[in-house]
């Protein structure tokens, strides 16, 4: 209950803190005195990118440095009290609770932001010559460190699923495990080490009355879930970034039957070789690769062939996504030509739907007949294959033309509006009123049939 109670204090401190875009971070260390834990307490403070790498560089001042990093795909701090007070047979927490509470030096971090978490592993890799170890459940008991240079242990933790709560609560407890026994392993073999534990996003946004400041009652009110999206695929020649690429939603299909969701191995696991990548001044080659996708597919490459020119028309540069192509299991390739996919060279370009139908905003045409049997679908397309600065996109050339549906409803409704009323008004001039009047004192009104 001691680690119920911690953040429990944390939540009180927190409440007025409303950002979602951040996510808890617990560390702690066999070494001592590396951190301080009351630095931590900061009512309604979130860490930010620069201030954590401020917190960790006492890691890379140790004699031996052996850093472990528990990634959980969500996590708040509501988590950790509520967690723990509804799950009854199990204990979701226990070893992290008694690891804070026995090591030589310990670190609660109640919010983090999610881009200094999202972008920890690469900064870390720029502090230090680490090596870097990918650690999946079955591996753990095999652990062997090699204690010659420093070391970075990735353990991606099992994913949580929310809809149902005794799998939440069973799943982590079946990630405290992991934590505890990779730890015990270490431990075993007199290795100093610190771990870090957090995760890219956070599970839920706070709706509590108590953390609220909107007092106002809102109609069918729901708790607000938080989406956070993925960080954009990078491609590197060496030393700067030269392709960015990210969608929401990137699938392919074959044969009307055969379906493959590409979106998870791309953007969240990174299950993808894009070493075949290929940049210039004047070209640049995205290629994706795949294996072991389905039954059906063994391997897949797609590749984005893109081209910076100068066009004398504008006098400025512009590059374009020429076309785009699917190569299964080394068979010849499926190639589409692609149409209005392209941007000043300095700009970004986004969609929000590209693929073979020619109902999307940018369409993939087929080439060949090869390139017939597939069906292609990015939701949010961006790419950017040029003038990179800083590792992230520049502004977004868009697809939508001026005229888009919408306006062009707008546009359609308020003429017909205005016809009708221009109408009635005109209906309204013609109204005249009578030339002759009947008195009804007097004698009848005749009005003779030639008049």
Same mark, same amino acid.
């Given at each position: 209950?001691?680690?119920?109670?911690?953040?429990?204090?944390?939540?009180?401190?927190?409440?007025?803190?409303?950002?979602?875009?951040?996510?808890?971070?617990?560390?702690?260390?066999?070494?001592?005195?590396?951190? %301080? =834990?009351? @630095?931590?307490?900061?009512?309604?403070?979130?860490?930010?990118?620069?201030? /954590?790498? +401020?917190? $960790? #560089?006492?890691?890379?001042?140790?004699?031996?440095?052996?850093?472990?990093?528990?990634?959980?795909?969500?996590?708040?701090?509501?988590?950790?009290?509520?967690?723990?007070?509804?799950?009854?047979?199990?204990?979701?927490?226990?070893?992290?609770?008694?690891?804070?509470?026995?090591?030589?030096?310990?670190?609660?971090?109640?919010?983090?932001?999610?881009?200094?978490?999202?972008?920890?592993?690469?900064?870390?890799?720029?502090?230090?010559?680490?090596?870097?170890?990918?650690?999946?459940?079955?591996?753990?008991?095999?652990?062997?460190?090699?204690?010659?240079?420093?070391?970075?242990?990735?353990?991606?933790?099992?994913?949580?699923?929310?809809?149902?709560? %005794? =799998?939440? @609560?069973?799943?982590?407890?079946?990630?405290?495990?992991?934590?505890?026994? /990779?730890? +015990?392993? $270490? #431990?075993?073999?007199?290795?100093?080490?610190?771990?870090?534990?957090?995760?890219?996003?956070?599970?839920?946004?706070?709706?509590?009355?108590?953390?609220?400041?909107?007092?106002?009652?809102?109609?069918?009110?729901?708790?607000?879930?938080?989406?956070?999206?993925?960080?954009?695929?990078?491609?590197?020649?060496?030393?700067?970034?030269?392709?960015?690429?990210?969608?929401?939603?990137?699938?392919?299909?074959?044969?009307?039957?055969?379906?493959?969701?590409?979106?998870?191995?791309?953007?969240?696991?990174?299950?993808?070789?894009?070493?075949?990548?290929?940049?210039?001044?004047?070209?640049?080659?995205?290629?994706?690769?795949?294996?072991?996708?389905?039954?059906?597919?063994?391997?897949?490459?797609?590749?984005?062939?893109?081209?910076?020119?100068?066009?004398?028309?504008?006098?400025?540069?512009?590059?374009?996504?020429?076309?785009?192509?699917?190569?299964?299991?080394?068979?010849?390739?499926?190639?589409?030509?692609?149409?209005?996919?392209?941007?000043?060279?300095?700009?970004?370009?986004?969609?929000?739907?590209?693929?073979?139908?020619?109902?999307?905003?940018?369409?993939?045409?087929?080439?060949?007949?090869?390139?017939?049997?597939?069906?292609?679908?990015?939701?949010?397309?961006?790419?950017?294959?040029?003038?990179?600065?800083?590792?992230?996109?520049?502004?977004?050339?868009?697809?939508?033309?001026?005229?888009?549906?919408?306006?062009?409803?707008?546009?359609?409704?308020?003429?017909?509006?205005?016809?009708?009323?221009?109408?009635?008004?005109?209906?309204?001039?013609?109204?005249?009123?009578?030339?002759?009047?009947?008195?009804?004192?007097?004698?009848?009104?005749?009005?003779?049939?030639?008049?």
């Amino acid at each position: 209950m001691a680690l119920v109670q911690l953040f429990c204090c944390f939540a009180m401190l927190f409440k007025l803190a409303l950002s979602v875009d951040h996510v808890p971070m617990l560390l702690w260390s066999t070494h001592s005195s590396l951190w %301080n =834990s009351e @630095a931590t307490l900061h009512e309604g403070h979130i860490i930010s990118k620069r201030e /954590l790498h +401020m917190l $960790l #560089q006492p890691v890379f001042t140790q004699d031996s440095r052996n850093l472990v990093l528990f990634f959980q795909d969500t996590l708040s701090i509501d988590d950790f009290t509520y967690i723990s007070e509804t799950s009854e047979n199990e204990k979701p927490f226990h070893n992290v609770q008694e690891l804070l509470e026995s090591s030589s030096s310990s670190l609660v971090l109640s919010a983090v932001e999610c881009q200094a978490t999202s972008h920890l592993l690469d900064y870390l890799q720029e502090t230090a010559d680490w090596k870097l170890t990918n650690i999946d459940e079955v591996e753990v008991s095999k652990l062997e460190v090699d204690t010659s240079k420093p070391n970075i242990f990735v353990v991606k933790l099992q994913p949580i699923n929310r809809f149902n709560g %005794n =799998s939440t @609560a069973k799943a982590f407890t079946a990630n405290d495990k992991i934590i505890g026994r /990779l730890t +015990m392993i $270490l #431990q075993k073999q007199g290795i100093q080490f610190s771990v870090i534990y957090t995760a890219m996003k956070p599970s839920r946004i706070p709706r509590r009355p108590d953390i609220v400041l909107e007092t106002r009652r809102r109609l069918m009110a729901t708790d607000a879930t938080v989406t956070v999206p993925e960080p954009p695929l990078n491609v590197t020649n060496g030393t700067n970034t030269c392709i960015l690429f990210y969608a929401s939603n990137f699938s392919l299909t074959a044969n009307k039957s055969i379906h493959v969701d590409l979106t998870n191995v791309t953007f969240v696991s990174r299950k993808v070789d894009f070493s075949s990548s290929a940049c210039s001044a004047t070209n640049a080659t995205l290629s994706l690769n795949y294996t072991g996708l389905l039954d059906g597919i063994n391997r897949l490459e797609i590749r984005f062939l893109m081209t910076n020119k100068f066009y004398a028309g504008s006098a400025r540069n512009w590059f374009t996504l020429d076309s785009v192509e699917i190569v299964q299991d080394n068979q010849k390739d499926a190639r589409f030509n692609v149409s209005i996919i392209s941007a000043p060279a300095e700009y970004s370009f986004h969609c929000q739907l590209v693929g073979t139908s020619s109902l999307y905003g940018a369409e993939l045409i087929p080439v060949n007949n090869e390139a017939k049997i597939w069906d292609v679908y990015i939701s949010e397309f961006q790419i950017q294959g040029f003038s990179i600065e800083g590792g992230l996109f520049s502004y977004a050339s868009d697809c939508t033309s001026f005229f888009s549906p919408g306006i062009w409803m707008g546009l359609v409704t308020s003429i017909v509006l205005l016809w009708i009323l221009t109408y009635g008004i005109h209906m309204i001039m013609q109204l005249t009123t009578n030339s002759r009047f009947d008195d009804p004192k007097g004698q009848a009104l005749s009005v003779p049939q030639t008049e």
